[in-house]
């Protein structure tokens, strides 16, 4: 079924720990985006990938990097999580300039404890 | 700064009833606007996308409005089901310079029960 797949679904990660957010689509979409996702707050995007190769920040991005070796995976990584990291986190991509074919992946619910 | 706001925050109705979600934006260059809905526990799925020239648009029993002179959106849902049960999301989009994407302003989103 054509997607993207997010893993793992949840985590519970001690403060300090390096964790990977795994992000894979098989659209052939350039684009890829991550967000995060808190109550009482709309999406807000940490990084995003225009194309294979390249990466650029959001409106979040502190605490996080990303890397886009290939036009499938963009792997999201907390370098040394903290408690305010806790969030839902959220893979996008779309397949145009303008956004259309924009699709969500259902999301990895971290706690940072 | 780009926003979009949404109301109201919640919503309850009846099944089979009719109910309308507002959205209003402050977002420039203006591209385009989506309305999404996001099950509780997944991810947002698209139900509408409408350009600047686009007035009306529907997709099933949801239809979107758009007035771009006042900077308003609606999502008009008709005969609801308990299925449409969900958060529904107003998000905005704005065209950046050319190679440089778009850059999407999210709502905070409209919380709907729908009960029997």
């Known amino acids: 079924i054509a997607g993207i797949t997010q893993a793992p679904t949840s985590q519970i990660l001690a403060a300090g720990r390096r964790m990977t957010l795994r992000c894979t689509q098989d659209?052939?979409?350039?684009?890829m985006y991550w967000y995060r996702q808190d109550l009482g707050l709309g999406l807000r995007l940490i990084h995003y990938s225009n194309t294979a190769g390249t990466t650029g920040k959001g409106e979040v991005p502190d605490g996080y990097s990303v890397s886009r070796a290939n036009t499938d995976d963009f792997p999201l990584t907390l370098a040394s999580a903290v408690p305010s990291q806790t969030s839902v986190y959220f893979c996008?991509?779309?397949?145009?300039?303008?956004?259309?074919?924009?699709?969500f992946g259902s999301g990895t619910r971290l706690t940072v404890v | 700064k780009n926003q979009v706001e949404q109301s109201p925050q919640s919503l309850i109705i009846l099944e089979g009833k009719n109910c309308t979600l507002q959205?209003?934006?402050?977002?420039?260059?203006?591209?385009?606007l989506r309305w999404y809905k996001q099950d509780t526990g997944r991810g947002p799925v698209s139900l509408t996308i409408?350009?600047?020239?686009?007035n009306t648009k529907s997709n099933g029993r949801y239809t979107a409005t758009l007035d771009a002179d006042t900077k308003q959106s609606s999502l008009h849902i008709t005969a609801s089901q308990l299925s449409d049960s969900a958060s529904y999301i107003c998000?905005?989009?704005?065209?950046?310079?050319?190679?440089?994407?778009?850059?999407?302003?999210f709502g905070t989103g409209t919380q709907l029960k729908v009960e029997l």
């Open positions: 998000v905005v989009s704005a065209l950046l310079a050319a190679g440089g994407g778009n850059k999407l302003t």
């Open positions: 959205c209003n934006y402050t977002v420039s260059p203006f591209s385009n």
């Open positions: 996008a991509s779309s397949d145009s300039e303008q956004g259309y074919g924009y699709t």
């Open positions: 409408m350009t600047f020239s686009e």
């Open positions: 659209m052939r979409h350039n684009a």
